[in-house]
């Protein structure tokens, strides 16, 4: 008895050692933000880290937020990264002056990320932006692509809608038409991006746009938005390059599309066929965020896909 009573007053006088981190699981995502070449870039992380790594590239104009329900239902097989751009979520947002807003700069800090991290080999999920950012890296390092899952991220002129003419005039000649990027940045156009197309508006969040909205409307994003729209007329420019590459190297690809997109409509998704024929192409009842509305299907296909192209 009195060796457990000494016992006992020993174990409360000595200091309780840190416990060791929990490993990530399925319920578990961290949130990090570190220095990348300057500027502080924020990332959700999950899944085992010995796992197989997807990174997810988010679109306009939200956040790594986007994924935060597809998160949970990967990470119990896979490694997830999903960063925010600079300019976008909880990453800086420095001023043009010094950081040049074009997508080969938001693909160059993002890789940098990854390098940062230790990330070598990884699938890409490309959503709207996600796409340009994500094809940059690819031509960057592709020997580092498992496997690609495109979800509403053009590639091909087909997919962009009609609401495109009015932003190739912006492109054209940017001084003459600040009303696009006035459109483009409205509070009705973020809401529409979430709802316009949907069967289900009630899987939206309200959170959602709102946030986006307040985002937008701070100091300094008019400029990043704005030099943003204009530099994506290179992307369009860029299209004959990424469809080569897709066409040469056929990387194993899985299309999850919302087919009620009116910005970029479901003929982009159906143009994957020309350079990868053995893409599986599956066009959702859904708008511009599908995945907020085809969560589970999206979920599902993703897994069975990737377990059938392991790397």
């Known amino acids: 008895m009195f060796q457990q009573l000494a016992a006992l007053a020993l174990s409360a006088a000595t200091p309780a050692l840190p416990a ?7 319920a578990t995502t961290s949130f990090h933000k570190v220095q990348v070449e300057g500027v502080g870039i924020f990332y959700r992380e999950a899944g085992p880290r010995d796992a197989p790594t997807i990174v997810l590239l988010h679109g306009f104009p939200s956040s790594s937020r986007e994924f935060n329900n597809l998160i949970p239902l990967l990470a119990t097989r896979y490694h997830l990264i999903a960063p925010d751009y600079p300019g976008f979520g909880q990453s800086d947002a420095p001023s043009p002056d010094t950081y040049g807003y074009s997508f080969d700069h938001l693909a160059q800090t993002t890789g940098a990320l990854l390098d940062q991290l230790g990330i070598r080999r990884y699938s890409l999920y490309l959503h709207d932006y996600g796409a340009p950012v994500g094809y940059r890296m690819i031509l960057a390092h592709p020997e580092r692509l498992q496997a690609l899952i495109v979800q509403n991220g ?14 190739a005039e912006y492109w054209a000649a940017p ?4 009303e696009v990027v006035d459109a483009f940045l409205s509070f009705d156009a973020t809401k529409q991006r979430h709802l316009a197309g949907t069967r289900h508006p009630e899987r939206y969040d309200p959170d959602s746009w709102t946030d986006e909205a307040a985002h937008l409307a701070l100091p300094g994003q008019r400029a990043i938005q704005a030099a943003l729209l204009y530099d994506y007329r290179t992307n369009v420019a860029a299209y004959p390059v990424w469809q080569a590459w897709l066409r040469t190297h056929r990387p194993p690809t899985l299309v999850a599309w919302g087919a009620n997109d009116p910005s970029f409509v479901a003929a982009g998704a159906e143009a994957y066929r020309r350079d990868l024929p053995d893409a599986e192409i599956q066009l959702l009842d859904a708008g511009h965020f599908a995945l907020d509305e085809a969560t589970d299907a999206i979920a599902q296909r993703i897994l069975d896909f990737l377990a059938r192209h392991p790397g």
């Open 154 to 167: 053009n590639a091909y002129r087909e997919g962009l809608g009609p609401k495109w003419t009015r932003i």
């Open 20 to 26: 060791p981190p929990l490993p990530s699981t399925s």
């Open 175 to 178: 001084a003459a038409h600040p």
